[in-house]
Structures are given as structure tokens and as C-alpha cells.
């Protein structure tokens, strides 16, 4: 089974490092086939017989605490449902400036919707224009002087157990 894993919070500001080179090398050694990771942000896509995407998620959390020495929160999808979000282009008749940015923040379960969809901020900069199960789907518009905490109005809405993605590193993961 293909899977696309996603680490919240590795290798922000020197706090929490993780090379992926050894990440891949701790993958490997545990059993895990067919690794590949994108950026230092915590992106994977591997293989493996578990077919269970709660005890994937589980594994992964232990092993990853044991060998780096503290909590890396873990979100897995399997490789069809991001093929599936990649083929609805949800982002299709959106107006793309150079301050525009695309985002999929990826939940750990379906919570409850506490926000009226879609969404728009008090200043118009960040919108999120639909949850799709365990998928938000976003865009955000950088200000001039000050950008809106799109991540904080996230964690308030749908709770901690959540991390955010750029399309563009979405799509780089669908075609690697």
C-alpha cells in the first residue's frame, strides 16, 4: 500500500531537526520500502503492507520518538486519496497573484465543522473554501505589512491535530 506521510512541526526555525537522509535511512531499516521525501519539511511517500492508516500513523509516531528523542505528530493519507484531491483541482477559478498561496491543511480525523463554508477572515486575506473529509482547502493572500495567522485561525477551528502544505508541494509529491 502507498502512502504520503506528513510530519507536523520538524525543522522549523533549528527546533525539532530531522534530517531526511536519516529519516529515509530509519524508514528503510524498519521495514518500509519505496521511500522518497520532498523538502526538509517532513514530506514521505512510502510503501508498506500495513493497510491500516490509524496504526500507520501510530507505528510511524513511536518510531520517530524512540530514534529522534521527542513527539513528531504524524498524518498519513494514502497515496489514492491525494490522487483524488489532486484530480478535483480544487483550486480551479481561483485568481493566482504573486502573494497568493494555496494551501491543503490535512487533519488527523474528520472533526466536526464549527465554521460556516466557505470562510473569508475579517480583512479578506485568507479563506478557506471547503473541508473535504480530513482535507481543508485554503488560500491565504500575503499583506503588505502584516499576513493573518491562517495556522492559528486553523488550530482554534479544528484543533492541534493538524499540518498545512503548499499546493506546490502537494503536487510535487502527486508526480514524484
Do not use: C
Not at 500500500?1 to 512541526?9: H, P, T
Not at 520538524?10 to 523538502?39: C, D, F, Q, W
Not at 463554508?117 to 475579517?122: A, H
Not at 503588505?144 to 498545512?164: F, P, V
Request: proline fraction near 3%; charged fraction near 25%.
Amino acid at each position: 500500500m502507498k502512502y504520503f506521510v506528513f510530519l507536523r512541526g520538524i525543522n522549523v526555525g533549528g527546533n525539532k531537526k530531522v534530517p531526511m537522509a536519516e529519516l529515509k535511512v530509519l524508514l528503510e531499516k524498519s521495514g518500509y520500502h519505496t521511500i522518497k521525501t520532498l523538502l526538509n519539511s517532513g514530506n514521505i511517500i512510502l510503501e508498506t503492507n500495513t493497510a491500516d492508516d490509524q496504526k500507520l500513523e501510530n507505528e510511524l509516531e513511536n518510531l520517530l520518538s524512540a530514534h529522534f528523542g521527542f513527539t513528531i505528530p504524524v498524518i498519513v493519507r494514502r497515496a489514492d486519496e491525494i490522487q483524488t484531491l489532486y484530480d478535483l483541482h480544487p483550486f480551479e477559478g481561483i485568481p493566482i497573484t504573486k502573494n497568493t498561496r494555496l494551501y491543503i491543511s490535512l487533519l488527523k480525523s474528520d472533526v466536526p465543522e464549527n465554521l460556516q463554508l466557505p470562510w473569508v477572515s475579517e480583512d479578506n486575506s485568507y479563506r478557506i473554501l471547503r473541508k473535504r473529509g480530513k482535507d481543508i482547502i485554503s488560500v491565504l493572500e500575503l499583506g503588505e505589512k502584516n499576513t493573518i495567522d491562517a495556522m492559528k485561525i486553523l488550530e482554534q477551528s479544528y484543533g492541534k491535530a493538524i499540518t498545512t502544505r503548499n499546493w506546490n508541494t502537494m503536487e510535487k509529491m502527486v508526480k514524484k
